[in-house]
């Protein structure tokens, strides 16, 4: 079959890789209709190389049409249309029936020191084959995978399995009050659909920073105040004025490791990207330093008392954090990979609502074909011709 695989720093390609097969009872084999790139894809395609092999296959954001069960499948059935969630988990586990998905014990990576295993996310989280290809071996799909319904376009669905469910997370750990103001740093796909999520949640304002102009018109379109972080000296001051001299009940942090303005994070990214696997890997997971002009502002801006939801993704061992602001100022911090189907029943009635109110259909800018997908990522990395999001049909 074709796949979209890791060759090195920003060098994505198409290539021929052997079909998937059912390897365990619990697998599921699908055929996959669409498969977006992720800003987590991101990350990967610019500064995680050290923890990729070349010919990795990515893509954790696949849907489908189900192929071939094992034996102990038996909630989806050859035929079913499925979507499937970035996290591999077992569903019946001590972390599981808690709801912490993202933390499945039975698919954890005990040897690197990380919790569950996740699709097309380096050796530190399994080296499980990724979804944007034209087939997907998926572990575990006694549990995983999400029917839904024949019709309707895939773009309905798709982004059940990563980014509308993070986002409601990162909604439901804000913690926001009655009344309270939400604040979301970045308007990726993810800080978009925070935005929404926010207000559909009951949140009366919600305001959405970015420097991206498209992006910021597409959070006004769907009732966001904006604030582009150019035209400011200082953002965290720009929504404490903006919020009554207080700062926003709750602030998300949809940007993650590779924020803007800061230009020493960069630096020492740069220098873990240059070298040899041998040497960086150790470097990357140990010492790193993560850019965090996105985090900072975001616990300078939280008003006392406030939370901050964090579901931009960090990596780094020694981030330097501003330990006096967050203790004087007594905020809250929630993070970590979502927990997909913790939250999937609480958004089943917004997806399956013909008005759209979350907008799955005004997120998508460019549907390729998987052999362009090289382009795909060069476009949504420098943010060219508009790019927001990209599905890719194989
Ligand atoms: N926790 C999870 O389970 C989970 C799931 C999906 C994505 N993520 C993470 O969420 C983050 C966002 O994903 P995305 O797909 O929206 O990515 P994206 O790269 O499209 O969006 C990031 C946005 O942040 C903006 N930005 C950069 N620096 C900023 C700053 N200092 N202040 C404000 N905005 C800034 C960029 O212009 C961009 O629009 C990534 O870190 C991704 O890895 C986490
Ligand atoms: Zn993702
Ligand atoms: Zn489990």
Redesign the pocket.
């Known amino acids: 079959m074709k796949a979209l695989t890791f060759h090195g720093r920003r060098d994505v390609r198409v290539d021929e890789v052997p079909d998937p097969r059912i390897e365990q009872p619990t697998d599921a084999v699908i055929k996959v209709t669409s498969s977006a790139i992720?800003?987590?894809d991101?990350?990967l395609y610019e500064v995680l190389g050290p923890f990729l092999s070349k010919g990795d296959i990515l893509g954790h954001e696949p849907m489908g049409i189900v192929e071939e069960v094992g034996a102990e499948v038996s909630h989806i059935k050859p035929g079913d249309r499925v979507v499937i969630p970035f996290n591999i988990s077992c569903g019946s586990c001590w972390m599981c029936e808690r709801g912490f998905f993202a933390q499945c014990e039975t698919t954890q990576n005990r040897d690197t020191g990380k919790g569950a295993s996740l699709f097309g996310y380096t050796e530190l989280y399994g080296s499980i084959p990724g979804g944007q290809a034209e087939y997907l071996r998926v572990p575990q799909a006694h549990f995983g995978p999400i029917k839904v319904p024949d019709e309707h376009p895939d773009e309905r669905f798709l982004f059940l399995s990563?980014?509308l469910p993070?986002a409601w997370q990162a909604v439901a750990f804000a913690e926001l009050p009655d009344d309270g103001t939400l604040a979301v740093?970045?308007?990726?796909?993810?800080?978009q659909f925070c935005a929404r999520i926010g207000h559909h949640l009951g949140a009366p304002r919600v305001i959405v920073?970015?420097?991206?102009p498209e992006?910021l018109e597409m959070a006004r379109r769907h009732g966001a105040e904006t604030v582009d972080?150019t035209d400011v000296d200082d953002?965290a001051e720009a929504l404490i004025e903006m919020t009554s001299g207080r700062g926003p009940d709750g602030v998300i942090d949809?940007?993650?490791?590779e924020?803007?303005?800061s230009p020493a994070g960069k630096a020492a990214h740069a220098a873990v990207a240059a070298l040899p696997d041998a040497v960086a890997n150790p470097i990357a997971d140990k010492m790193a330093v993560d850019r965090m002009?996105?985090l900072r502002?975001a616990i300078k801006s939280v008003r006392r008392g406030g939370t901050v939801s964090v579901?931009?993704?960090y990596g780094g061992e020694v981030d330097p954090m501003p330990m006096m602001e967050m203790f004087d100022r007594g905020i809250t911090m929630r993070m970590?990979?979502?927990h997909v189907k913790r939250w999937i029943d609480d958004i089943l009635p917004a997806v399956m609502d013909d008005s759209d109110p979350l907008g799955t259909l005004d997120m998508t800018t460019h549907h390729l074909p998987l052999d362009q997908a090289p382009h795909g990522y060069e476009i949504f990395q420098k943010k060219q011709d508009n790019c927001i999001k990209v599905i890719l049909h194989p």
């Open positions: 992720c800003g987590s991101l990350h990563d980014i993070t740093l970045g308007a990726g796909p993810v800080g920073v970015d420097s991206v992006r972080s953002v949809a940007v993650g490791m924020a803007h303005d002009g996105a502002t579901s931009g993704v970590g990979q979502c």
